[in-house]
């Protein structure tokens, strides 16, 4: 099977724009989680959907959001880019318990 | 408020010899527990879990061991190889409707010598 697929891989965006970024979970796997990693703060979670429904939220504000699609993959987006937002952003798709992880969109705002 | 804890940032051992790696967690809530290798510009790779109905769980060179009552988990890896040099990271989960939301510690850089 493949694995979680995220793209891009890395992006560069200014702030105050805004920014989507799309993750291809693994065949047959229905939740998919995001998570932002930063040197300071390590992976803190941001959301998670299953069944194109969002099941679970973190402590982020309401410029970061989400979906779902019908055939599970999902999109992450980030309005009015600000500097503190240079992350590598991870998404996963579970099974059973387990996150399996993509490798992550390195976003930097510039 | 940290719920994960990896007090030791880094480790470094020599090829051949037992690593220990260290998690403490504060919420009795948690009850799966997960560990993760990660390589740079990689994503994090699963490599062993554990329920809290169990303390041990072994899978090859892999162990975890979890006590309950000191909220401590630990990864041993026997013998340890150059190539398990990486950051690992410790994961709890809840139970019900979170099980699916991750808390994660800030990781242990592990170094093997050749």
């Known amino acids: 099977k493949a694995g979680v697929t995220q793209t891009p891989r890395y992006l560069i965006k200014t702030r105050g724009q805004q920014v989507t970024l799309s993750c291809s979970p693994i065949s047959g796997h229905r939740s998919v989680s995001w998570y932002q990693q930063t040197p300071g703060q390590g992976l803190q979670f941001l959301f998670e959907?299953?069944?194109?429904?969002?099941?679970n939220k973190g402590n982020f504000p309401g410029r970061f959001s989400g979906r779902q699609f019908s055939n599970s993959r999902s999109e992450m987006n980030v309005s009015t880019l600000e500097l503190g937002d240079s992350a590598l952003y991870l998404c996963?798709?579970?099974?059973?318990?387990?996150?399996?992880f993509g490798a992550g969109t390195r976003l930097s705002v510039l | 408020d940290q719920q994960v804890k990896q007090n030791s940032p880094s480790l470094s051992v020599q090829e051949g010899r037992i690593s220990i790696l260290n998690c403490d967690y504060t919420n009795s809530m948690f009850d799966y527990f997960l560990w993760y290798k990660k390589y740079p510009a990689e994503g994090p790779t699963f490599l062993i879990s554990i329920s809290s109905i169990k303390d041990k769980n072994e899978d090859g060179r892999f162990t975890v061991f979890l006590n309950k009552s000191a909220k401590h988990l630990s990864l041993h890896i026997v013998p340890s190889q150059p190539g398990d040099s990486a950051v690992y990271f410790c994961?709890?989960?809840?139970?019900?409707?979170?099980?699916?939301?991750?808390?994660f510690g800030k990781g242990t850089l592990l170094t093997v010598n050749p």
């Open positions: 959907y299953f069944s194109e429904t969002q099941r």
């Open positions: 996963a798709s579970s099974f059973e318990n387990i996150q399996y």
């Open positions: 994961a709890a989960s809840g139970s019900g409707g979170s099980n699916y939301k991750l808390t």
